[in-house]
Each structure stands twice: as C-alpha cells, then as structure tokens.
C-alpha cells in the first residue's frame, strides 16, 4: 500500500515541496533575512525592472508587441513581460518581493515536475518506493543546484522560472491525457522564453519511454520459477 502510494504524482508532489521549500529557505537566507536590490550595475535589471513602464493599456500593448525583454537580447516573451508588470503594481519595485515570488514559483515548478516523475515511474511499471524516490530525489537536486542561483536571484533571469513552470504544467497534462490543455501551456512556456522550445521533444521521448516499458498499470515483476 505504501509502495503505491509513493508512486502517486500528489505524493511525490507534496514530498518534493516538504524538502525543497527548506532548502531554498537556507540557500537564500539573506533573500529572506535582508535587504536586496536589483541587479543594475552593469545587468538589465535597471531597464527590466527600474526603467520598465506602469501597468497599463499601453504597456500591455507593448509587450505584446516588443521583440525585447533585454535591449540587447530582443527576444519575445510577451507573457513574461505582462506577469512582470502584474507583479511590479502588486508588490511596486521592491526587489526582495519580486525575488520572492520566483522562489515561489520555481518550488512549484519542483512539485510539478516531481508528480510527472512519480507518474512516469509508475506507468513504465516501477512501483517500489525506490524508483520513485530517486526520480523525485533528482528533481530536489535539479531545483536547488548552485546552477540555480543566477536564475533565481537575478530578476532578469525570470523568464525561464515562468517558463520552467509553465512547462511543468503542460508535461502533467500530456502524461494525463489533456492534450488541449497541454497545448495552451506549452504556447504559454514559449511565450514566456524560448528556451520552451525543447519540451515538445522531452514530450515525445516521454512517449517514447512509456511506449517501450510494460502496459500503463502493470508492474514490473521477477518470473517464478516453475515448480518440478
């Protein structure tokens, strides 16, 4: 009963978020403890966050229609833009809030990503706890690796902590057979940053997996010896 209540996506979900809520809580203490400000000298902040324009028809219409999150990148990621803005008349230009929030949704990306993996494991047939706590347990790895820090603690990098999670929410929609939903989410990851692009490709290795391991629901099992 354990066993397959670990390969749950909810479970694996939640257990993911348990451990990984502390650990970013530790890595980024000053985050919480201190005062922080944006990244100007020399970064994007200063024209990402300092420089952008209020929320307003205006700026809704130039996000959707400015090829630029970074003067010098000039990439499109208009839903990035509009959430940012949503996000700076919410909380104004305080840079400890809007760090904050990328926290918050990158720990949830954790727990998507963490369901799409129990359900991964438990359709190709694995339903010992262990397969799942190691596919969950290399998630919680992935999301609070150094590699992180300049994702999360640099506010211009928040186009791929929108992404990742927009993302998150179009895999768990194609493992659950919501196709249409998955679709919208994907459009929404790519709009958010480009680098979106490759999940189609993780979709269809996914397929791929599943295809190739055991029926959905059975479980990998030892044959038993015949009897003499």
């Not at 791929?160 to 057979?177: E, G, I, K, M, Q």
């Amino acid at each position: 009963v354990w066993a397959e209540a670990m390969a749950r996506p909810w479970v694996a979900g939640l257990g993911a978020l348990v451990i990984v809520v502390p650990a970013l809580r530790y890595a980024y203490a000053e985050l919480f403890e201190g005062p922080v400000e944006f990244l100007s000298a020399g970064m994007d902040d200063d024209f990402n966050f300092l420089q952008a324009p209020e929320l307003s028809w205006w700026a809704a219409k130039w996000a959707l229609t400015s090829f630029s999150s970074d003067a010098s990148l000039g990439v499109y990621v208009p839903v990035t833009l509009l959430l940012r803005q949503l996000l700076v008349y919410c909380v104004g230009l305080a840079a400890q809030p809007v760090l904050l929030a990328g926290l918050a949704v990158h720990a949830a990306s954790a727990a998507l990503m963490a369901a799409a993996t129990a359900t991964v494991v438990g359709r190709a047939g694995a339903r010992r706890p262990a397969a799942v706590a190691v596919g969950v347990a290399a998630v919680v790895v992935q999301a609070v690796h150094p590699a992180r820090v300049e994702v999360l603690a640099w506010g211009s990098c928040e186009p791929y902590v929108v992404a990742l999670f927009f993302s998150a929410v179009a895999v768990n929609c194609h493992l659950h057979a919501l196709y249409g939903t998955a679709g919208v989410f994907l459009l929404l990851a790519v709009l958010s940053s480009p680098a979106a692009l490759m999940v189609p490709l993780a979709l269809g290795g996914l397929e791929l997996l599943l295809v190739a391991g055991p029926a959905q629901g059975e479980a990998t099992e030892l044959p038993c010896p015949s009897a003499p």
